[in-house]
Nanobody, 126 residues
Framework: HVQLVESGGGSVQPGGSLRLSCRVSGHSSEDYCMAWFRQVPGKQREGVARISRTGRGPYYVNSVRGRFTVSSDSDKNTLYLEMNNVKLEDTAMYYC????????????????????WGQGTQVTVS
């Protein structure tokens, strides 16, 4: 049984930094995708960043590129999101997710590609 446990959310001032973590357990040994999504009330969930379990192909949406850094630790089966220079519009519930199989880094960052999700961690920039 695959489980994702998130941590690191909280309140931060504009321009500040925050690091989110997502520990994955019970998954396979193949190089699957690990990703961060976020959602605010009244809007659809959107992709934020993606990387493979072994660190292949880091990807960011334009709104966070240059400010956020996604990384993975295959030994710890953990996904990270280093959020720097946060903005008010970064306020959202952040979810980590993984694909069930091999990560094709050229694929679009879509919720439909991810089968296992964490419970979410709230990030509030104010």
């Amino acid at each position: 049984h695959v489980q994702l446990v998130e941590s690191g959310g909280g309140s931060v001032q504009p321009g500040g930094s925050l690091r989110l973590s997502c520990r994955v357990s019970g998954h396979s040994s193949e190089d699957y995708c690990m990703a961060w999504f976020r959602q605010v009330p009244g809007k659809q969930r959107e992709g934020v960043a993606r990387i493979s379990r072994t660190g292949r192909g880091p990807y960011y949406v334009n709104s966070v590129r240059g400010r956020f850094t996604v990384s993975s630790d295959s030994d710890k089966n953990t996904l990270y999101l280093e959020m720097n220079n946060v903005k008010l519009e970064d306020t959202a519930m952040y979810y980590c997710a993984v694909t069930s199989a091999y990560c094709y880094v050229r694929a679009p960052l879509l919720t439909s590609h991810y089968t296992i999700w964490g419970q979410g961690t709230q990030v509030t920039v104010s």
